[in-house]
Nanobody, 125 residues
Framework: EVQLQASGGGLVQAGGSLRLSCAAS????????IGWFRQASGKEREGVSF????????FYADSVKGRFTASRDNAKNTVYLQMNSLKPEDTAVYYC??????????????????WGQGTQVTVSS
């Protein structure tokens, strides 16, 4: 059974930090690029961070560039999203997703095969 388990969300004050984790199982994690997406209440889902299957390549949305950092540990089948200098506008449910691609990052949402259940991040002002 394929699973992507996102965790690490919570309530934090503006300027604070959180580290999200996404633990994968049931598929060959090394062959998959990972994306972090978020959806705020009443808004469309947006991609915020993307990392290649090897972890060598990352890409960030302008809204989080310089504040968020994605990394992965393929030995642990886990991807991380370190979020610093959080802002109230970062409040959303954060999802991780996996796309079968070994040669870079994947930006297109419809290329993702597997999605996690989401973890809530709330940033208070």
């Amino acid at each position: 059974e394929v699973q992507l388990q996102a965790s690490g969300g919570g309530l934090v004050q503006a300027g604070g930090s959180l580290r999200l984790s996404c633990a994968a199982s049931g598929f060959n994690f090394d062959d998959y690029a990972i994306g972090w997406f978020r959806q705020a209440s009443g808004k469309e889902r947006e991609g915020v961070s993307f990392i290649s299957s090897s972890g060598d390549t990352t890409f960030y949305a302008d809204s989080v560039k310089g504040r968020f950092t994605a990394s992965r540990d393929n030995a642990k089948n886990t991807v991380y999203l370190q979020m610093n200098s959080l802002k109230p506008e970062d409040t959303a449910v954060y999802y991780c997703a996996a796309a079968p691609f070994r040669f870079g990052v994947v930006i297109a949402t419809d290329e993702y095969d597997y999605w996690g259940q989401g973890t809530q991040v709330t940033v208070s002002s």
